[in-house]
């Protein structure tokens, strides 16, 4: 298992471009199971989740070509419905296959994805949302298996107690596509990935309006055809970039930042004192070049995680990393995922002042973190942690890095060319190693 050894303390500058959306290649990759004829998609993210996304398609029964961050995906029809626990369980966004299954062969049996380190992941809002358009949905030794012989438009309610469903509303989305008559999804996820996933469906032939919305309104098809679509940039690795910048007190220029998916979080970091300029108005908001400096002490700020157009829960961690350097306390409340915490204790490790207090903690600005062993558990926290590295005095080294890689290409070649010390090892190699030289040295 990889690991990062990080030595803390250069300013970072330079020039670097985002990569494709991971949260919206996903759903998009499943909506082409649905499609009659190929499917384009460029612009994707080259990570491990994207890799369990394509074994799975692969499995059930799509011809998928890989050209670099470009993939075509073709489904004869003639596939399997059933997504195996096998693979579910590496990646609980498996559960995107459902809509599109059951829009395609009016069944699909989807092994039911378990929790994960930032909480339960519970799936009742897609579960309802499936019975809304006249599926049956049974559990049967740990799947879900759902069945209709048509699907007919509906009212679909997806408000939860932590706010609409992204992957539910996507689910909803696409088995709507396929069903006879107009399909409202109320409370719907109003989140870019979305926006962008709906845009990629009515370039199949679907008719859909109000992405974006609390309201979409979905027009049921037949079916639907093949498309060539470009993944929007991810937002989460923008935000990270640019906190990654503003921590080290750098001066890094971003292409393909999507500004207008990041407001809030850049409402926040203005707050702190850390710039986010665009640099050509005439570029779209959506994916253009932005500067991000810092140059003086943060001011501390609070921030809570909400639904889109709130603060990302995705960008939590590594804001909250950024705040340990303000100049007093900040207070970050975590309404998405109330456990989604398991970086601060790692952060403390590392002599951050950072107090937890159920779904909020308090975080005392500090003078300077140390850099210590810290072992990644989640995708986001992961990122959180080599970002403080970036900032601490000494070596930070940051086990169990596969997290990371999850969700970010190779983040240490990104950071490195904006001039980071980040060396990936294999921890286990290394200590084997020390450990022949010891017996070969040995009487
Ligand atoms: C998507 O997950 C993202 N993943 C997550 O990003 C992101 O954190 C999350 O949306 C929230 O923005 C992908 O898009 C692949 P939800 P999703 O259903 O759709 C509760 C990352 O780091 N809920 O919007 O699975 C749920 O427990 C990942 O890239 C129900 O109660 O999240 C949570 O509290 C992590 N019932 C809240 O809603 C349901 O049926 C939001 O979950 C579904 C969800």
């Given at each position: 298992m990889d690991a990062f050894r990080i030595t803390g303390g250069t300013r970072l500058s330079g020039r670097i471009r985002v990569d494709g959306s991971k949260n919206a290649a996903l759903p998009e990759m499943a909506a082409a199971l649905m499609a009659q004829t190929p499917v384009q998609l460029r612009g994707l993210p080259q990570l491990s989740d994207i890799d369990n996304m394509v074994t799975l398609m692969t499995e059930l029964g799509c011809e998928i070509e890989?050209?670099?961050?470009?993939?075509?995906?073709?489904?004869?029809?003639?596939?399997?419905?059933?997504?195996?626990?096998e693979i579910v369980k590496t990646?609980?966004?498996?559960?995107?296959?459902?809509?599109?299954?059951?829009?395609?062969?009016?069944?699909?049996?989807?092994?039911?994805?378990?929790?994960?380190?930032?909480?339960?992941?519970?799936?009742?809002?897609?579960?309802?949302?499936?019975?809304?358009?006249?599926?049956?949905?049974?559990?049967?030794?740990?799947d879900i298996v759902v069945e209709a012989k048509r699907l007919k438009g509906a009212t679909v309610f997806l408000g939860g107690p932590f706010g609409s469903t992204v992957l539910g509303t996507a689910n909803v989305m696409c088995a709507a596509t396929h069903a006879e008559g107009v399909t409202v999804i109320?409370?719907?996820?109003?989140?870019?990935?979305?926006?962008?996933?709906?845009?990629?469906?009515?370039?199949?032939?679907?008719?859909?309006?109000?992405a974006g919305t609390p309201r979409i309104t979905i027009r049921g098809k037949g079916s639907l055809q093949g498309c060539d679509h470009r993944v929007m940039p991810d937002r989460i690795v923008a935000g990270t970039i640019a906190i990654a910048s503003a921590i080290t007190n750098g001066d890094v220029i971003i292409d393909d930042f999507p500004y207008d998916h990041l407001l809030a979080v850049i409402d926040r970091?203005?707050?702190?004192?850390?710039?986010?300029?665009?640099?050509?108005?005439?570029?779209?908001?959506?994916?253009?070049?932005?500067?991000?400096?810092?140059?003086?002490?943060?001011?501390?700020?609070?921030?809570?995680?909400?639904?889109?157009?709130?603060?990302?829960?995705?960008?939590?961690?590594?804001?909250?990393?950024?705040?340990?350097?303000?100049?007093?306390?900040s207070i970050v409340t975590e309404k998405i995922f109330p456990d989604r915490f398991l970086h601060v204790s790692e952060l403390v490790r590392m002599g951050a002042k950072v107090y937890r207090q159920g779904g909020t903690v308090?975080?005392?600005?500090?003078?300077?973190?140390?850099?210590?062993?810290?072992?990644?558990?989640?995708?986001?926290?992961?990122?959180?942690?080599?970002?403080a590295g970036l900032a601490a005095e000494g070596e930070t080294t940051v086990s169990r890095i596969y997290h990371l890689d999850?969700?970010?290409?190779?983040?240490?070649?990104?950071?490195?060319s904006l001039g980071a010390q980040i060396e990936r090892f294999d921890p286990d190699a290394t200590v084997a190693a020390s450990e022949d030289k010891i017996k070969s040295t040995s009487y």
């Open positions: 890989r050209d670099g961050e470009d993939v075509r995906i073709v489904n004869s029809g003639n596939g399997s419905w059933h997504a195996r626990y990646m609980r966004a498996s559960i995107c296959v459902l809509g599109p299954l059951l829009a395609r062969y009016g069944k699909a049996r989807v092994a039911m994805p378990g929790g994960c380190a930032i909480g339960d992941r519970p799936v009742d809002l897609h579960l309802r949302g499936m019975e809304a358009l006249g599926a049956t949905v049974e559990l049967d030794g740990g109320e409370s719907a996820a109003c989140e870019p990935e979305i926006m962008d996933l709906a845009d990629m469906l009515n370039r199949m032939g679907a008719s859909i309006t109000g970091l203005n707050a702190t004192g850390v710039r986010v300029h665009r640099e050509d108005e005439a570029q779209p908001a959506s994916r253009c070049t932005v500067k991000v400096t810092s140059d003086r002490r943060l001011e501390p700020v609070l921030f809570t995680t909400q639904p889109y157009p709130g603060f990302p829960t995705d960008l939590q961690a590594q804001m909250m990393t950024l705040l340990c350097f303000a100049d007093g306390n308090v975080v005392q600005g500090v003078q300077r973190l140390v850099g210590a062993p810290v072992m990644a558990s989640d995708l986001r926290g992961s990122a959180s942690l080599v970002l999850r969700g970010y290409c190779h983040l240490e070649t990104q950071l490195n």
